[in-house]
């Protein structure tokens, strides 16, 4: 079997287009760095889904004429001209309309509210519990008793602010496997939290097992230990 290496590096291309491509690649270089600077530092730091539709296409209108004989540097110039200008347009509405801006970029949601889980708005994202988990030990929470509120930003971060010491509460554990020994008994008189809302509260063994915030009946034994900064 004979290799056509030519074939292998240069596909249907002849050798005098890799000039191009690298003049081609040079001028796209340079405007991917202009069209970033008309865009500010907004739309490097945050990454709505307005915005990650722009990222999007400025990377299309810049990688396509780098390396296609048949893509002229001018159209995807062209391109990055008329999406930055639409860009500037819709960011200028946005400041003037918060309908628009609700519309276009969402609007921070709470998820946590003194220490449990606000269900209904948990419900509409979409968030498993073991991704928010996973996202509350990053921040060095170990449960949900050491947090006054979370709240999910419009880039998809989790804000959240925490009690001091002395306020901190019992709370759901989120540490790693702390839901697996879920149980709708209670076999020691202690504070138990709902596996589902985190609703917490003082349980001993002849207590209702129904969950009073959202009717559930799984518990784990609750936590109450300060957070590590």
Not at 1 to 21: A, H, Y
């Given at each position: 079997?004979?290799?056509?290496?030519?074939?292998?590096?240069?596909?249907?291309?002849?050798?005098?287009?890799?000039?191009?491509?690298i003049f081609r690649t040079a001028v796209m270089f340079f405007t991917i760095i202009i069209g970033i600077r008309i865009l500010g530092k907004r739309g490097v730091k945050q990454l709505s889904i307005f915005e990650?539709?722009?990222?999007?296409?400025?990377?299309?209108?810049?990688?396509?004429?780098?390396?296609?004989?048949?893509?002229?540097?001018?159209?995807?110039i062209i391109v990055f001209s008329v999406i930055i200008f639409f860009y500037s347009l819709i960011i200028y509405l946005i400041?003037?309309?918060?309908?628009?801006?609700?519309?276009?970029?969402?609007?921070?949601?709470l998820l946590i509210q003194d220490g449990i889980f606000s269900i209904e708005n948990f419900k509409k994202e979409n968030l498993g519990s073991d991704e928010f988990f996973a996202e509350l030990r990053l921040k060095s929470v170990s449960h949900l008793g050491q947090i006054e509120s979370a709240?999910?930003?419009?880039?998809?971060?989790?804000?959240?602010?925490?009690?001091?010491?002395?306020?901190?509460?019992y709370g759901l554990p989120v540490i790693l496997n702390s839901l697996d020994k879920a149980t709708p008994f209670f076999n020691e008189n202690c504070h138990y939290s709902c596996t589902f809302c985190g609703f917490t509260e003082f349980k001993n063994q002849n207590s209702d097992n129904s969950c009073k915030n959202c009717s559930r009946h799984y518990w784990v034994k609750s936590s109450n230990v300060k957070r590590i900064s």
């Open positions: 079997m004979q290799i056509n290496w030519k074939e292998l590096w240069m596909g249907t291309e002849s050798w005098d287009f890799l000039f191009q491509v990650l539709v722009v990222i999007i296409g400025l990377g299309s209108a810049a990688g396509d004429p780098m390396f296609y004989r048949e893509v002229g540097l001018l159209s995807s400041g003037k309309s918060k309908k628009i801006e609700i519309l276009l970029e969402g609007k921070p949601v709240i999910e930003e419009t880039s998809g971060e989790i804000s959240i602010f925490y009690y001091e010491d002395k306020d901190v509460k």
